[in-house]
């Protein structure tokens, strides 16, 4: 019988798993319309002193997303006044949903990745993941590798999708 070769583990393709580049933290909502009147309307006195009052230790080395959960029309500086508590205190503050963070904690990740391992190798993407990868994140890998590899698939070695292949 011939012996049974795994050419997958012989290749040189390179698995690229998106979940390597997660941000380790706890991630967290705050909703200012806690400090709105009736959830809808912002004074400004009234909020300057619920936002300096806040227990903001709580959020120490924490992803802090802002949010408001109410139709309140909300002015630009009253997330600034909140981001300055944060200052220090969590890793990352933004103004949006969970998943607008994490867009933009892999695009820091994606921004400052380092593609010489991947300079003209084949690459497959991992596309099963056990945490939360944003589909962007996907995309803005391809446009960071792309320029670099031989040639880009999406899946596993077994079953992958060919993206994209150099031109000789």
């Not at 998106?18 to 909703?31: H, K, P, V």
């Not at 596993?156 to 031109?167: I, M």
Request: proline share 4%; hydrophobic share 40%.
């Amino acid at each position: 019988m011939d012996e049974i070769v795994n050419r997958v583990a012989n290749s040189k393709l390179i698995t690229f798993d998106l979940e390597d580049l997660y941000a380790s933290g706890e991630r967290i909502t705050i909703d200012i319309s806690q400090w709105l009147e009736e959830g809808f309307l912002l004074r400004e006195k009234s909020f300057r002193e619920s936002v300096s009052t806040h227990n903001w230790s709580q959020y120490q080395n924490s992803f802090v997303a802002l949010h408001c959960s109410t139709d309140a029309i909300i002015p630009a500086w009253a997330y600034m006044l909140v981001a300055t508590q944060l200052q220090g205190i969590a890793k990352k503050t933004i103004t949006g949903t969970l998943e607008t963070l994490e867009t933009v904690l892999f695009t820091e990740a994606i921004l400052h990745l380092d593609t010489s391992p991947y300079e003209n190798s084949p690459v497959i993407v991992k596309g099963c993941t056990n945490k939360p990868v944003p589909q962007n994140a996907y995309l803005l890998l391809i446009e960071k590798l792309q320029p670099v590899t031989k040639s880009l698939m999406f899946g596993e070695a077994c079953s992958s999708v060919p993206l994209y292949k150099k031109r000789n």
